[in-house]
């Protein structure tokens, strides 16, 4: 006896089919259910879990646009950094302390660059990289071209001596 599950929605299409008797392939077809849920569930967690992203960095952008305190600009000056590498980890240093906002992407640096009026490096994630290979900014798991300081970097930002680097 052959049995067959077939469905074709819009979306997707699911076929099951197995040879033998209804007591043989019953076992076999609850598994593939099982198995089917798994992978719909994960689909419906990543999804969840990218909204949450979403509404995180939301609540980050929030707090930027509400925090107070001394600008980027008042920051890049009291300490004095003067090349792109310096500037950018200067710039997530003070969206880290002052703004609350623990990760950042190459489109969030060439932001921060707009903000303060500095021209931006032509390839922001270049300069990310090298930070990175200097150990100063790290990887974010799971996430796509997102970084964090490192406690190198934000050791390196606040011993930075202005009159020392050129």
Same mark, same amino acid.
């Given at each position: 006896?052959?049995?067959?599950?077939?469905?074709?929605?819009?979306? %997707?299409?699911?076929?099951?089919?197995?040879?033998?008797?209804?007591?043989?392939?019953?076992?076999?077809?609850?598994?593939?259910?099982?198995?089917?849920?798994?992978? /719909?569930?994960?689909?419906?967690?990543?999804?969840?879990? !990218?909204?949450?992203?979403?509404?995180?960095?939301?609540?980050?952008?929030?707090?930027?646009?509400?925090?107070?305190?001394?600008?980027?600009?008042?920051?890049?000056?009291?300490?004095? !950094?003067?090349?792109?590498?310096?500037?950018?980890?200067?710039?997530?240093?003070? %969206?880290?302390?002052?703004?609350?906002?623990?990760? !950042?992407?190459?489109?969030?640096?060439?932001?921060?660059?707009?903000?303060?009026?500095?021209?931006?490096?032509?390839?922001?994630?270049?300069? /990310?990289?090298?930070?990175?290979?200097?150990? %100063?900014?790290?990887?974010?798991?799971?996430?796509?071209?997102?970084?964090?300081?490192?406690?190198?970097?934000?050791? !390196?930002?606040?011993?930075?001596?202005?009159?020392?680097?050129?």
């Amino acid at each position: 006896m052959k049995i067959l599950y077939e469905e074709k929605k819009q979306d %997707y299409s699911i076929r099951f089919e197995v040879e033998g008797s209804l007591k043989e392939a019953e076992p076999l077809y609850k598994d593939f259910i099982s198995q089917m849920l798994k992978e /719909i569930k994960k689909g419906l967690s990543c999804e969840t879990s !990218f909204e949450k992203s979403c509404k995180e960095q939301e609540e980050q952008n929030d707090a930027y646009l509400n925090a107070t305190g001394i600008s980027e600009n008042e920051f890049l000056a009291e300490k004095g !950094f003067k090349t792109k590498m310096d500037i950018a980890m200067g710039l997530f240093y003070y %969206y880290e302390k002052e703004k609350g906002i623990k990760d !950042f992407s190459s489109a969030d640096l060439r932001r921060y660059f707009e903000i303060t009026k500095k021209d931006a490096p032509s390839k922001p994630w270049e300069v /990310i990289t090298e930070n990175i290979r200097k150990s %100063y900014l790290q990887r974010i798991d799971g996430e796509h071209n997102r970084v964090r300081l490192t406690t190198t970097g934000r050791s !390196f930002v606040e011993n930075f001596e202005k009159d020392k680097r050129k």
